[in-house]
C-alpha cells in the first residue's frame, strides 16, 4: 500500500477499503458499515461514497439500493471466467518477462519468496497474499506490455477477494507456495516454455482451490438456512 502521508483523501479511504478485503476482513459479499467506516477513518460521507463508487466501477463493491454497500460476491461460473482470462494472460506476461529479465529482477523475485514462505511458517496470512500479489505484479509489470499491465492490475483487484477465501486453507498456500518456486526456478533457467507452462498450471490449480472453497460455502450457507 502507498504511504498515507501521499495520498488524497479519497484514495486513503479506497486503500484501506482495498487492505480490508485483502486481509479478508472484509469477505466476499460482507456489508461495509458505512458509519462505522466513516467513524473509524475520521472522514466525512462525501470522500467515503466517492472511494466506494470507485471500488464499485472497479468490480470490488456493489452498491445495493436502499440497502447499502457490500463486498461484491462471485458465482462459480463468474470465478471460473476470472480465472481462464487470468491463466492465459498471466502465462503469455511471463512468457515476455523471461525474455527481459536481468539478475536484479531474479533477486527481487527471490525476496518475494522468501518473505511470503516466512511468513506463511508464522501464519501472517495478510502479509502472504500481500508478497504474493507483489509477486505476480512483478511479472506483469517486468512484461513491458502497457495494455497487459493495465488489465492485470484491474482483474487482480477482482482476485483478490477470491484469494482469499483460499489462502484459508494453509495446504493450498504451502501448495502454491512450492509452485511458486517452482516458477523462480524456470525464469532462472530463462526457460520461456516452461515457466508459461508452469504459471498456466499454478493459475488452474489456484482456481480449483478457489471454486472447491466457493462451493463449501455455499453449501454451508444453504444447510444453516434451510
Known sequence: ????RHLTLRERIYEEVVRLIVSGDLPSGAPIDEKAMIERLNVSRTPFREAIGT???EGLVEIKPYKGFYVRSFSLKEIKDLYDLRGTLEAFAIRLTVRNLVDDDLKLFERLLDEGLAALR???METYA???REFHETI???????????????????????RVIANEDRDFAERAA?????ILSALRNRDE??????MADH???VQAAVLERFAERERRTGAETA
Open 1 to 4: 500500500m502507498q504511504n498515507f
Open 55 to 57: 471500488l464499485a466501477k
Open 122 to 124: 508464522r501464519r501472517d
Open 130 to 132: 500481500e508478497r504474493d
Open 140 to 162: 506483469a509489470r517486468l512484461s513491458g506490455n502497457a495494455a497487459l499491465i493495465e488489465t492485470l492490475a484491474r482483474l487482480d483487484l477482482q482476485i483478490q477477494i477470491c
Open 178 to 182: 512450492r509452485e511458486r518456486d517452482d
Open 193 to 198: 516454455d516452461r515457466a508459461a507452462q508452469l
Open 203 to 205: 493459475i488452474a490449480d
